[in-house]
């Protein structure tokens, strides 16, 4: 089993999350992940061998919706999960926006979306496929969310890192 496959595994066997996926799949049509801590936390659970699962702060849901491109149609998205899941915390970024936002040129999809973002380790989101299995990507070595390591993506600011850094107590 390669990385990634383990990772699916991992997902496909975690209830809350096989929910998170289902909910944001029954909201979202077209290209749509959840990732960052959502993932990163479950892997570094297991690899540590915890027995119960770290707290999420938010469950990050990213899609590319290259027609509506507004903070408020994010926000009617979020209240959409949360009538499904009101306990989670919904964050729905739309790629594209996010693009514009941070002065980039145009991600064609969310894994290059995902080249951007501070952490290399938390570059790594999951999907459900037609056949509702989890699909994971990064576009990033696999190795690198399975190595506990937390490494500065070369596109992101030493400050914003830094700061990650210490907000999340790594």
């Keep these: 089993m390669n990385s990634f496959s383990t990772v699916e595994k991992w997902i496909s066997e975690d209830s809350f999350r096989m929910?998170?996926?289902?909910?944001?799949?029954?909201?979202?049509?077209?290209?749509?992940y959840v990732g960052a801590g959502f993932v990163r936390n479950l892997v570094w659970d297991k690899l540590h061998q915890y027995t119960s699962s770290t707290k999420l702060n938010d469950v990050d849901v990213i899609f590319c919706d290259w027609h509506e491109c507004s903070e408020s149609s994010e926000l009617k998205i979020e209240n959409s999960l949360r009538k499904l899941m009101p306990d989670v915390n919904w964050s729905a970024k739309n790629q594209i926006r996010m693009a514009k936002l941070h002065g980039h040129e145009p991600y064609k999809d969310c894994c290059d979306a995902m080249l951007y973002w501070p952490e290399l380790e938390t570059a790594v989101a999951a999907t459900l496929t037609d056949d509702l299995s989890v699909q994971v990507i990064s576009p990033f070595s696999a190795a690198k969310v399975m190595g506990l390591t937390v490494s500065r993506n070369a596109k992101c600011t030493s400050d914003v890192f830094s700061e990650r850094y210490v907000k999340k107590n790594w």
């Design 19 to 32: 929910n998170c996926l289902q909910t944001v799949n029954q909201v979202l049509d077209g290209q749509w």
